[in-house]
């Protein structure tokens, strides 16, 4: 266990966990409120947060962040080890072009140690040189051959480009390459490769790592002010950014699409994911635990169920729900909530907007 907790670095909680947060989206009443017909079946084991391991209830907030470390610890011992200290950040420029006010900087640097990584870097219209630092947003790509390209908006539908639209609304934002499509023929290769640098690290042990490496690219940049730093990401996508929203403190809001919450959801079972281990329905660990340890930065699911394609939706309300006494000890409102469009896999364009809306309400000033 000892060498899985040095795997993720812990970032210091900060003055952050518990702040006080004066403004609110209009709509979070609409987004938080748990509905009592929510779909239950096939969910996993969902045990209390507020139960210690004697059994015994958790009431106040010093009590939960005792469990809330013994959780960390039990998730980062199932994912595995990987390299630590983290390499310094040095980004090599590819190329660079501007598209409509956007600066797209193709960029290169270091993921683990020897590996590495490609991603867009994406700077607002008017960012000039010594100007007052913005947000910055981690932008992590679908399950898609055209990776970073579509959403960078170099390429593919307008619905795609989840990282240009939000740099040209005023953040800095940085999309990388999933390890998955870094210089192999297949995913099951990927993989392959992986297992054979860290024989005892998941698939999603080497996407957190890497998220986390993104969170480091877009802390040395002079661009960006290191304490409204975001996450989003669509399918593939949100699930890292549910992870690594979890696990990474330095994350202040976020935004996962269509990634599937639930376990049965979606093919978390994948080799590139978590393995067959979940299967099992007495399998101890479950999605809830890590939105508990998000508390109580601002998160937002969007679902598209029940239209075409959707893997997420009103099935993961009670894994939500499950959370939600973590958080209020925090106090209130609890900013966890899940907005289910109802349109299918795509972002929708008024779910979009919500998106939009949230990561900028959350990462104000």
Same mark, same amino acid.
């Given at each position: 266990m000892r060498r899985a907790l040095l795997v993720l670095l812990w970032v210091t909680w900060g003055p952050c966990l518990g702040?006080?947060?004066? #403004?609110?989206?209009?709509?979070?009443?609409?987004?938080?409120?748990?509905?009592?017909?929510a779909p239950r079946a096939g969910l996993g084991t969902i045990t209390p947060l507020l139960i210690d391991r004697s059994g015994q209830p958790i009431a #106040?907030?010093?009590?939960?962040?005792?469990?809330?470390?013994?959780?960390?610890?039990?998730?980062?011992?199932?994912?595995?080890?990987?390299?630590?200290?983290?390499?310094?950040?040095?980004?090599?420029?590819?190329a660079t072009e501007l598209c409509d006010g956007v600066t797209r900087r193709l960029v290169r640097y270091e993921g683990e140690p020897g590996l590495w990584v490609e991603g867009y870097l994406l700077l607002p219209p008017g960012m000039q040189s010594g100007a007052p630092p913005r947000p910055g947003i981690v932008a992590f790509h679908a399950t898609t051959t055209a990776t970073i390209d579509a959403i960078a908006g170099v390429s593919g539908p307008e619905a795609a480009h989840l990282g240009w639209k939000l740099a040209s609304r005023g953040s800095v934002v940085f999309c990388p390459r999933c390890f998955l499509w870094q210089d192999v023929p297949s995913l099951d290769e990927a993989v392959r490769r992986h297992r054979q640098r860290h024989p005892q690290a998941l698939g999603m042990a080497k996407m957190l790592y890497d998220a986390m490496r993104a969170v480091d690219v877009l802390e040395s940049l002079p661009e960006v002010d290191r304490?409204?730093?975001?996450?989003?990401?669509?399918?593939?996508?949100?699930?890292?950014?549910?992870?690594?929203?979890?696990?990474?403190?330095?994350?202040?809001?976020?935004?996962?699409?269509?990634?599937?919450?639930?376990?049965?959801?979606?093919?978390?079972?994948?080799?590139?994911?978590?393995?067959?281990?979940?299967?099992?329905?007495?399998?101890?660990?479950?999605?809830?635990?890590?939105?508990?340890?998000?508390?109580?930065r601002p998160f937002l699911i969007l679902g598209g169920e029940t239209g075409p394609g959707a893997a997420d939706g009103d099935r993961s309300w009670p894994l939500l729900e499950a959370a939600l006494p973590a958080w209020r000890l925090y106090g209130t409102p609890a900013r966890l909530g899940l907005l289910n469009h109802g349109q299918g896999h795509a972002i929708s364009p008024e779910s979009f907007e919500r998106l939009a809306e949230w990561l900028a309400v959350y990462l104000a000033k």
């Open positions: 702040a006080a947060q004066t #403004t609110d989206v209009s709509w979070l009443a609409e987004v938080t409120a748990v509905p009592a017909d #106040t907030r010093e009590g939960w962040e005792r469990q809330r470390q013994a959780i960390r610890a039990a998730w980062l011992e199932f994912l595995g080890p990987m390299p630590d200290p983290r390499p310094p950040v040095t980004l090599q420029v590819l304490n409204r730093i975001g996450a989003v990401g669509h399918s593939l996508g949100a699930k890292e950014t549910l992870y690594l929203a979890a696990f990474d403190e330095r994350v202040q809001a976020a935004v996962a699409s269509e990634g599937g919450t639930g376990f049965r959801s979606t093919n978390w079972d994948a080799a590139w994911y978590l393995g067959e281990a979940i299967r099992d329905e007495r399998f101890p660990l479950n999605h809830h635990q890590l939105l508990g340890l998000i508390a109580p």
